[in-house]
């Protein structure tokens, strides 16, 4: 008798990460410089991570509440409402996650009926579309240029938009490109939004790392606030991402919803990070300052050398990561990262794995020691020369 295809359609369907397929061959070398983990290199700032050693001495291993420890969502509050001029309930208004990736996951499974349609502007974060597909959603994808910075437009959107549009992901400072939008852009997306009535999940895991101007959360829009799911997270901003905590900001009903889900799922995210959080939020801003620093540092040496090099880029305006073109030099995005790999030792991701249209691309991340960074220029100018 034939066994039964034990693994749902869906999910077999599913392509695999681009990112991690590329990284098994990582894995296998030695003396590897890695430009292509989106992780700092940083260590967590030692009064955090003291936090944590000392609230597991003092026996806190228990579950907190599904939303997360009220004494956080307090911060949280306090914090946004002094950067943003945003103010969300701590007991209906604010979840705690296991991550900004677990938020991502909950908001769309929250918003999506079967067959309906979010927009997820590209290049992008491995991770949109398939969480789309996986809440039974159609993601819509729409392709940002070089020419625009690698940011959509609001015609562009508005173009998109069907009676099947649900709503869209918006992502800035951006992965891959490190691209973010000016608050009138913003403005004039936000405009689409209110006459649609898009549902916006912003993922703004970056906006503390934003370098040539002020970044605007998009719920701080007019409107904005009653339809969007703001998501933030620890990781990226106070080099916590081993620590696995982000949060959720959004209406009521919204965040009710995410939590039916997250304590069926995932039931709280752990205690000890949750303390080592209020320990970033309260005395972080020093560390954070001093991590952007450097991040801008090497931001502008990666920018100044790659063009010297030949691989047009622009320059990014958050994150740690640079979206150089390859196209000039004949090979593909897939072949340029496996030959420099092997032929150079230097890792980078080929831009095909943030969507179809960006062969001839590759992201750099430059969330890498700075020496390091140098040596690898150095390495890419050798194999750009036997080219």
């Not at 991590?291 to 931001?299: L, S």
Request: with cysteine; proline share 4%.
């Amino acid at each position: 008798m034939k066994r039964k295809n034990v693994v749902a359609k869906k999910v077999s369907d599913l392509a695999p990460s681009g990112i991690r397929a590329f990284f098994d061959l990582v894995l296998e070398m030695k003396e590897v410089i890695s430009l292509g983990v989106g992780e700092p290199d940083f260590v967590t700032p030692w009064n955090i991570r003291e936090t944590g050693i000392f609230c597991l001495e003092q026996g806190y291993t228990s579950y907190t509440s599904n939303k997360g420890l009220y004494k956080l969502r307090l911060y949280l509050r306090r914090f946004l409402k002094q950067r943003y001029g945003l103010d969300y309930c701590p007991d209906e208004q604010i979840l705690i996650t296991v991550g900004v990736s677990e938020a991502l996951d909950l908001a769309v499974r929250a918003i999506l009926n079967p067959g309906e349609h979010i927009i997820v502007p590209e290049p992008c974060y491995v991770s949109y579309g398939p969480v789309v597909e996986l809440a039974g959603g159609v993601p819509v994808y729409l392709s940002s240029t070089e020419k625009t910075g690698f940011k959509i437009t609001a015609n562009q959107l508005e173009r998109a938009c069907t009676k099947k549009t649900k709503g869209i992901i918006l992502n800035y400072p951006s992965n891959p490109t490190g691209a973010s939008y000016t608050r009138k852009e913003l403005e004039a997306i936000n405009r689409v939004c209110r006459k649609y009535d898009l549902v916006v999940i912003t993922d703004e895991v970056y906006a503390d790392l934003a370098y040539d101007h002020e970044h605007t959360a998009f719920p701080a829009l007019k409107e904005a606030k009653s339809r969007t799911i703001y998501l933030n997270g620890f990781s990226k901003t106070y080099a916590m991402t081993g620590w696995r905590l982000g949060y959720a900001c959004g209406p009521s009903e919204l965040i009710a919803a995410m939590t039916k889900i997250h304590q069926y799922t995932m039931l709280c995210a752990p205690i000890m990070s949750q303390m080592a959080a209020c320990e970033a939020l309260q005395t972080g801003k020093r560390s954070v300052e001093e991590m952007k620093k450097e991040y801008h540092r090497r931001r502008d040496f990666m920018f100044e050398s790659l063009n010297d090099l030949g691989m047009s880029c622009i320059k990014p305006a958050g994150a740690f990561y640079i979206f150089p073109s390859v196209k000039k030099f004949g090979l593909s995005s897939l072949e340029f990262a496996n030959r420099l790999l092997r032929e150079e030792k230097v890792a980078l991701i080929p831009g095909v794995a943030f969507g179809k249209s960006y062969e001839g691309y590759v992201r750099i991340s430059y969330a890498t020691n700075y020496m390091q960074l140098k040596e690898a220029v150095v390495r890419i100018k050798r194999f750009l020369n036997t080219l």
